[in-house]
């Protein structure tokens, strides 16, 4: 996946919001709370940084091409960072993406959530 398909398929998510920061990273939130990061690391690859669950940080961490995200993961966060070939194919970076999203968007306040449409269903 290139930047710009990544910052496209996040664009596509309810509620998005996109920020750059950090070093020039494409930084994506939902409801004000980060859960996607596009760069962020040293490399010539690209590098995808999401949340997930508990147990696909654990499944995913020593995954070839896959890390416990710098800086997040040190401080007990459940972030992953693609950062190198194989990883994850586009198709399951984009399942990781939209969970990432779902992820952070239920740790909002209810009321939040009504007022982004989200999780109403």
Request: some cysteine; charged content about 30%; hydrophobic content about 35%.
């Amino acid at each position: 996946m290139t930047y710009d398909e990544f910052n496209a398929f996040c664009a596509s998510l309810p509620a998005t919001t996109h920020v750059v920061q950090w070093g020039d990273s494409d930084v994506w939130k939902v409801g004000g709370k980060v859960f996607a990061i596009g760069g962020w690391d040293e490399g010539d690859a690209a590098r995808f940084t999401f949340k997930v669950s508990d147990i696909a940080y654990e499944i995913r961490k020593e995954q070839p091409g896959l890390r416990p995200a710098p800086y997040l993961a040190s401080r007990g966060m459940k972030w992953i960072q693609h950062y190198e070939e194989p990883g994850l194919t586009d198709d399951e970076l984009r399942d990781y993406l939209r969970e990432s999203h779902r992820i952070v968007s239920l740790g909002l306040t209810k009321k939040k959530q009504r007022e982004l449409d989200l999780n109403q269903s």
